[in-house]
Structures are given as C-alpha cells and as structure tokens.
C-alpha cells in the first residue's frame, strides 16, 4: 500500500463550488505540505504543517485553506473555486530531521469549468 | 531568496544516447539539500537522489549519475544510455537546511522524450 495517498485522484468542479482534496499518510511523518503543480512552472508550495496546531501559509495561499485533523491527514480545500486554481495538486510528507527526504503523493487533477 | 532553474524546457535523445540534464540553483545559505524528482507520464514524483551542501561527491546508481558543484552553484544530472522508460518530466529542486521547515523550491521542470 502506498505510503502517502490522496483522494480524489481526479476531479471537474465549477467555478464558486467548494472543494476539498484529502491526504493520508502512514510513514508516521509530523511534516505534511500541499503544492500544486502548473506547466512551465514547477511545483510552488500552497500550505504546511509541523503538526495539527502547527499550520504556516506557503508561496500562493490565496484562495486556499487546510485542515490538519491528525498527524496523518491534512486537507486542502478552495473555498469557492476559480478556473485559475485548475491544477495537479500534490501532498507531501517529511521527518523532523535534516537528512530527511520529502515523500510524494500521487496527486489530484483538478479542473474548474 | 533562493532560486533553482532548469534552463531546458524540453530534451530530445534517441534510444542509448546519453543525455545531461542542468539544474542551477541560487541560495547565500551554507547548509542546503539539492534533490531530483522523476516525473512519469503517469503524474506521480518519485524521489531520485538527496545531496547535502557539504558533500559534493558524485553520485552514480546504475544508468544514473550527479555532478555537484558548489563552484558554479550546479547540480546536473546524466542517464547514460537512456531508455524510452525514461521519458519523464525531471524536477530539481531546493531545501534550506537552516530554517528546517522542509520547504523545497522547485524548478520548472525538464521534459526528457527518448524516442525508440
């Protein structure tokens, strides 16, 4: 089973519905981020937690919010979506120390009409 | 502000021919961690190699090798004799060691097609 996943994996929305992606992970990691992912431009960083009181904005927040419910989830919802925010939108965990690497969910479609 | 760029858009190989993707990263940070991602058409990030500031040996696992230098604030990545498998979007990407955060700053991404 898949160390990090998110649900859905797709998903076409109109503009001013809201929407929530979800991200479960059990490698255990207290570091869980959302990114999203727009061609030409790499992946920019949305949200990030250290652990569930601990939530700190990212590059391109605007329009978004999350929820950390637990050390394993951490949700990412756009409150009333726009055609802009269509994107892959990627979750990712990490350990506490240095060395550590950032592990990558298989990421959600999301297309706004 | 830190800054990584992936100079090439788009690479075109035939089977078996080498090929060097470049990645040149920008940071006044002495302690930092430079990664590459492998991308599928599939859409999933696979992690590829971890390097730490301080260590600039080359690396090299199988068809895969990276060269560091911190002389010229470079991180370039080499498949020798590559496959259509690996055709992918290839990402560098940076992370401050001193704020700990975990933060990674992506580049732009380099399309590899290897045509059969």
């Known amino acids: 089973d898949a160390d990090v996943t998110q649900t859905p994996r797709n998903r076409i929305t109109k503009t001013g519905k809201r929407i929530m992606l979800e991200c479960s992970q059990t490698?255990?990691?207290?570091?869980m981020y959302w990114y999203r992912q727009d061609p030409g431009l790499g992946l920019r960083l949305i949200y990030y937690?250290?652990?569930?009181?601990?939530?700190n904005k990212g590059e391109i927040s605007d329009g978004y919010s999350v929820s950390r419910q637990a050390q394993a989830k951490f949700s990412l919802s756009l409150e009333s979506a726009i055609p802009n925010q269509t994107a892959l939108y990627f979750c990712?965990?990490?350990?506490?120390?240095?060395?550590?690497?950032?592990?990558f969910g298989p990421g959600t479609r999301l297309t706004v009409l | 502000a830190q800054k990584v760029t992936q100079a090439q858009t788009e690479i075109s190989v035939v089977e078996k021919e080498d090929v060097t993707l470049d990645c040149v990263y920008e940071?006044?940070?002495?302690?930092?961690?430079l990664f590459w991602y492998k991308q599928p058409p599939s859409g999933e990030l696979v992690f590829l190699i971890r390097?730490?500031?301080?260590?600039?040996q080359n690396e090299i696992s199988g068809r895969y090798s990276w060269n560091f230098q911190k002389s010229t604030s470079s991180f370039n990545f080499t498949i020798t004799a590559s496959q259509v498998v690996d055709s992918a979007v290839y990402f560098c990407?940076?992370?401050?060691?001193?704020?700990?955060?975990?933060?990674?700053?992506f580049g732009q991404g380099t399309t590899l097609q290897v045509k059969p």
């Open positions: 490698k255990g990691h207290d570091r």
């Open positions: 990712a965990t990490r350990g506490n120390r240095d060395l550590d690497t950032q592990y």
């Open positions: 937690s250290f652990d569930v009181k601990d939530i």
């Open positions: 990407a940076f992370g401050r060691g001193s704020s700990n955060t975990g933060k990674l700053i």
């Open positions: 940071t006044r940070d002495t302690t930092y961690y």
């Open positions: 390097r730490n500031s301080f260590d600039e």
